[in-house]
């Protein structure tokens, strides 16, 4: 479908697509949808030939598929693959787009900003600056739920103001769900100040402390290689992480997408946003259902669907066709 197609069927929709961040791959992703499509493989021998190495091989063997250099492209390329096949199917076009962190350049490709080959080195690159941003094991990252925002950032301000090093709020997930992010020490001291005050704390296992100002350094240098990539308006709305609006023009588009590493994740704002505009149905286009999960606790929206297997795609096409009112 042309972009132009695509825009125009998008703008009769209730239908938000939204694309999940590094997390969510597994082992043998899309493996299933694969044997019945071959744009599956075809999407990944696009994007592996672009970026030099196999993210077919990652994907299904697992090797490498942890670190963050590899499993950025392999996200993107997986959840550009669920797209595609989305399409020839004869989906709905989506009246938004949105991504969670790295799922913002699944956004953008789907919505023609950048070329997937352009995509997954950028991905690559950024998956590397910010491993080489905080030495391994310096970094952190814990979720803390049952607490409201403010009351999050003001336990890391605590843990900050008491010499433990810097930690912040990283990603606004949901009401009583938020992500932070910072040096080792203030994430502990964080995490033990949340326990003692009748909140819940998992740390989380990764080796990058994301969405935080130790990611500074890293957006320096990714800054130059966003100016050297070919970027156009999206032909679908894009909602932005760092704002929770819709870049107006190529230049804040490339902006948001730096600040995107040192700075929040407003995903919280992103749902409040659809809702606002009137989505009713949220499909996440990627491995998993963890936005999906997130989507179907809000008020407004009446269904949310994952895409990741044959009778996950089966059921989202079919539910949103006739929700939408294309089918009987």
């Known amino acids: 479908m042309s972009a132009k ?190 326990k003692e005050q009748s909140g819940k704390a998992i740390a989380l296992p990764v080796s990058v402390p994301s969405h935080c100002s130790l990611m500074k350094p890293a957006a320096e240098k990714f800054a130059a290689a966003l100016e050297q990539t070919a970027i156009e308006l999206p032909s679908l709305p894009v909602i932005q992480n760092v704002n929770a609006e819709i870049a107006q023009d190529v230049t804040g588009l490339r902006q948001a997408l730096t600040a995107q590493l040192f700075q929040s994740v407003q995903w919280t704002k992103t749902m409040q946003f659809l809702q606002d505009e009137g989505v009713q149905y949220v499909v996440e286009c990627g491995p998993g259902n963890v936005l999906a999960n997130l989507a179907k606790r809000l008020p407004n929206i009446e269904k949310a669907f994952p895409l990741d297997t044959k009778v996950r795609m089966e059921d989202a096409l079919n539910a949103i066709l006739v929700a939408e009112g294309k089918i009987a």
């Open 5 to 194: 197609r695509l825009e125009q069927a998008a703008q009769a929709t209730k239908t938000a697509f939204v694309f999940p961040g590094q997390g969510s791959q597994k082992v043998g992703m899309l493996a299933e949808l694969a044997e019945q499509f071959s744009g599956v493989t075809d999407t990944f021998a696009e994007a592996s030939e672009a970026i030099g190495f196999d993210l077919w091989h990652i994907a299904q063997s697992g090797e490498g598929l942890n670190q963050t250099e590899f499993t950025q492209p392999v996200l993107l390329t997986a959840s550009i693959a669920l797209w595609r096949v989305w399409l020839e199917l004869g989906g709905v076009a989506p009246k938004y787009l949105a991504g969670h962190s790295l799922g913002e350049y699944s956004a953008l490709v789907a919505a023609g900003a950048m070329s997937l080959g352009d995509a997954v080195k950028l991905v690559n690159l950024r998956g590397k600056l910010m491993q080489d941003a905080v030495p391994q094991g310096q970094g952190a990252m814990a979720a803390i739920l049952g607490f409201d925002d403010d009351k999050v950032i003001e336990l890391c301000a605590q843990a900050s103001a008491a010499g433990k090093g810097s930690v912040e709020a990283a990603n606004f997930n949901a009401q009583g769900q938020v992500v932070i992010a910072g040096s080792k020490d203030a994430v502990d001291a964080v995490i033990e100040l949340a």
